[in-house]
Antibody, heavy 121, light 111 residues
């Protein structure tokens, strides 16, 4: 079955960087667009970024544009989120999610990871 | 800030029917983009509940249904059960933001 496992979270100081990983298994990773979504403590879901099946198209929410970079390594079946210039308001649980389409635009998230907590303090 | 608005909370007794609205605009739901729904149980990741306005993934009971009209979507839960107590989020695409958007979230309480 589809499995998504995030890692890389932790406590980081403001202004520093962190890279999250999402290991995918149970499906053909190269056939799916992938997203990052976060949830601040006690708050709702916030979409952050999407990458198309082949990595050529990437889109970002305004809140992270220019600071965060989404990427994928097909050979490792792994999705990444490079987070730079972190701020206290970036504190959240970060989820990776599989899109129902190959381009990741206007689809839905059919599988989610368990999340990894990032604390900026 | 979310561009899709949901009521903060709804509640009902076991066996009753509850509905959750998701109000958007002409740049998202009203532009023809689908509405999708997710259930988030306490301390867990979101789970897809309804996709493409009114389709249920396998394993989701038929007492859960979705609909869309104009600039809004709606989720209905009939025969409310204790296991339905969770947070629910709608999601769509917004062409002015060029990205996915989530609703503000609704907490369902079973009385």
């Amino acid at each position: 079955q589809v499995q998504l496992v995030e890692s890389g979270g932790g406590v980081v100081q403001p202004g520093r960087s962190l890279r999250l990983s999402c290991a995918a298994s149970g499906f053909t990773f190269s056939n799916s667009a992938m997203h990052w979504v976060r949830q601040a403590p006690g708050k709702g879901l916030e979409w952050l970024a999407v990458i198309s099946y082949d990595g050529t198209n990437k889109y970002y929410a305004d809140s992270v544009k220019g600071r965060f970079t989404i990427s994928r390594d097909i050979s490792k079946n792994t999705l990444y989120l490079q987070m730079n210039s972190l701020r206290p308001e970036d504190t959240a649980v970060y989820y990776c999610a599989r899109d129902s389409t190959i381009f990741g635009v206007a689809g839905h998230f059919d599988n989610w990871g368990q999340g990894t907590l990032v604390t900026v303090s | 800030q979310s561009v899709l608005t949901q009521p903060p909370s709804v509640s009902g007794a076991p066996g009753q029917r509850v509905t959750i609205s998701c109000t958007g605009s002409n740049s998202n739901i009203g532009a023809g983009y689908d509405v999708h729904w997710y259930q988030q149980l306490p301390g867990t990741a979101p789970k897809l509940l309804i996709y493409g306005n009114n389709n249920r993934p396998s394993g989701v009971p038929d007492r859960i249904s979705g609909s869309k009209s104009g600039t809004s979507g709606s989720l209905a839960i009939t025969g409310l059960q204790a296991e339905d107590e969770a947070d629910y989020y709608c999601q769509s695409y917004d062409n002015s933001l060029s990205g996915e958007v989530f609703g503000t979230g609704t907490k369902v309480t079973v009385l």
